[in-house]
């Protein structure tokens, strides 16, 4: 067969060549490139000119190669589709025949410009596949053009070089390429085995992380239960939805409301809320937020571009997403919310890769102004804003409205009780006086909020007040103020509303959580510190709505309170408006269990 | 299929593509001592190097040999079809109705004469075709 083309070379020389590439990049089993080394050798002694035996090669290969994406595009895409409807794939399951073809759409590129010149014998079905997936012919011609000035331009150059021993040169390019794909091929089995072997010890981690949420939700459940039923044998377990509500250990108020949205939803589905980030994440967070705060805020001003937010996201989404994927395939919910901005992509990307997607929601967190990597995926089936400002900013940075909703920000039930009742007897407890001014200072759990200089200005204020310290799980901070008089120390506890509930003013870090747990409690809120960058935007939304003041200096806390002290009345006006701001947001809560509803039917 | 299986055949594949590059690479090793040997012998002036690619242009080029003393002991007449340069090998013995193994042993016979004469430096033509082959020079 060779010698025949090498003859039809010699005998009619530029025309023949280019007839036999052109057929051979149509994918006829003929070997074009083996013709281009023989042609190369004859023009070094001067047979042909190597400079038109280049142009007739490049140019018989791409339109070789246009040939064959023209007829995969005009028979390929309807023998796909069929096949499709007849669902024949008998020897590979549809859904991974689905899998590989949106791989080939992503990597179609690379994979155009590798096999002209690299692993050529694919050159031929990778350009039936580009046009039976109606891959766009422009950048194909791009990508293809590319490839086969190697294509022409390495054999050519091969044959011309090593004349007399053109063909043993072909076979040591041959072997070499042969040994780069075994190595390859290797390669790409090792990374597969290796994953997979972790995957597999990671599966185990999870099966028992999961477990664990779900007993607790069944033991959640059965507290529930009326007490009435005589039954004593083990209540029949009901299948209920399942969602799965995705974190990140880094901050609290995520997590807030998550369990927000999980007591929410709680009556009628399986809550489960997991953290699919490793725990070192959480772990550099907290050492971050105590050691190196600036760090954070930099961090997230650089990032807060689209550029930076796509590239942050993508890094996390690769680390993630098997992770998640994992998580997902474990838990098997039928809806995923998210609310946190550094899993959305990830859970996004993981959720495209399962049989069958999961609805997807992404719940905002902030109340001014969201970061930029909460809008790199734009997909998803539905966006909660939880205020105006940000229903406004995320219809500005392209979330389509049909899937945008306007639905208040979620608190836990423990901030939505009436407790003013119970005040007295809260502070009387703690050892502070009912009729006194009372502050709740947050210590800020991650130990952020830089509060030992705000409480030690507070107390300097020349006015009867006294302090409720929340130092959570902050040890060093609760101890060095233990034994002050008029200040009372509260460790961690999980039920925190009925203390703020029974202070006058809550002060503390500007954290969007904890603003709102204010405004359901009707407490006016003290700014006193922030996350600069991340909750800078949180403040003007304090001022905006008057639900309470911003005083970043000690000083200025100084001086409100003085006067707060000195006149009663400041304290009622705050509270007439927050009241009007909450009424607002129990309203639009409203909405979120008909949404839930809606997407899980 | 379950997990444990999916491991062990991903792990025998595993083994599989190991044996394949390592295999690979010994081929392409030999390709790289083949080829040096086959250009050495080449420059040499070998001819058990001819391939039924070349053409008389050619061979006259690589194994110094005149065209014309080529032409007029092989007996090749220049068809209307040919190009400039001539036909290869594989068309020539077509045309003389000769196998290609027994039309290259002939061209080596050519060449081998031409270097005997010049060496003896006697000759001033070159012995037709099946002088050649008859008078029991087919062996050095």
Known sequence: MNSFFITALQQYGYPALWVIVC??????????????????????????????????????????????????????????????????????SFAALERSRTYFRRRAAWAIFISRFFIVVLGGPINWLAGAERYPYRRFLIWDASGQFLGALIPLGVGYIFATSWSEAESILGAFSS????????????????????????????????????????????????????????????????????????????????????????????????????????????????????????????????????????????????????????????????????????????????????????????????????????????????????????????????????????????????????????????????????????????????????????????????????????????????????????????????????????????????????????KPFLATSLIAGQETPSLRFIEQHELGWVCLQTTAQQELLAKLASNSELLAEKVSSIRAYKAWNVEANQAIQPLIERLLS | MSERVKLIFLYVLWLLALAIVALSAANALQTVKDFQQENTATKAGDVNTIRPWMTIHVISHVYHVPEDYLNNSLHIVMQSSDRAHGATLYQLASRQHMSLDRFVETVKQVIRAYRKEHISSSLSSPPPLFAVLLSGETKE
């Open chain 1, 179 to 522: 040994f780069a794909l075994a190595f390859l091929a290797t390669l790409i089995i090792s990374i597969a085995l290796v994953r997979r072997m972790r995957a597999h010890k990671r599966s185990a981690v999870i099966k028992a992380r999961v477990l664990l949420a779900q007993t607790e939700v069944q033991s959640e459940l059965a507290a529930q239960q009326p007490a009435e039923s005589d039954d004593t044998s083990a209540p029949a377990k009901i299948a209920r939805p399942t969602i799965l509500i995705l974190i990140s250990h880094s901050g609290g108020g995520h997590l807030n409301l998550a369990q927000a949205l999980k007591e929410m939803l709680g009556s009628a589905y399986d809550v489960l809320i997991m953290d699919p980030q490793s725990p070192f994440i959480e772990r550099s967070y907290t050492l971050l937020s105590r050691r190196f705060m600036p760090f954070l805020t930099w961090q997230f001003t650089l990032t807060d571009n689209k550029i930076a937010a796509w590239l942050l996201q993508n890094c996390l989404a690769f680390v993630d997403r098997q992770h998640v994927s994992q998580l997902i395939e474990e838990v098997q919910p039928r809806l995923i919310i998210t609310t946190h901005a550094l899993v959305s992509y990830a859970a996004a990307r993981a959720n495209e890769q399962l049989r069958q997607r999961v609805p997807l929601v992404f719940q905002f967190t902030d109340l001014g102004r969201l970061h930029m990597s909460w809008f790199v995926e734009k997909h998803a089936d539905a966006y909660l804003a939880p205020t105006r400002e940000i229903f406004a900013q995320a219809a500005r940075q392209g979330i389509a409205r049909e899937c945008l909703y306007l639905t208040g920000r979620p608190v836990r039930g423990q901030f939505s009780r009436d407790l003013a009742a119970s005040r007295a007897e809260t502070l009387s407890n703690l050892g502070l006086d009912p009729a006194c001014l009372t502050i709740f200072l947050q210590g800020g759990a991650k130990g952020s909020a830089g509060v030992a200089q705000t409480l030690e200005g507070m107390l300097a204020v020349n006015v009867p007040l006294q302090i409720i310290l929340a130092a959570g799980d902050n040890a060093e901070l609760a101890g060095r103020y233990a034994n002050l008089e008029r200040v009372s120390v509260l460790p961690f506890t999980a039920e925190l509303a009925p203390f703020m509930a029974a202070a006058d003013v809550i002060a503390g870090k500007a954290g969007a959580s904890f603003i709102t747990e204010a405004f359901m409690l009707e």
């Open chain 1, 23 to 92: 057929i051979a990049a149509a994918g006829a089993p003929v070997s074009g490139n083996l013709l281009l080394y023989a042609a190369g050798a004859f023009a070094a002694f001067d047979e042909f000119n190597i400079y038109v035996l280049f142009f007739v090669g490049f140019s018989a290969a791409v339109a070789g190669d246009g040939l064959a994406y023209w007829l995969g595009r005009k028979f390929g895409a309807p023998l796909l589709a069929w096949l499709a409807r007849k669902q024949r794939w008998r020897f590979i």
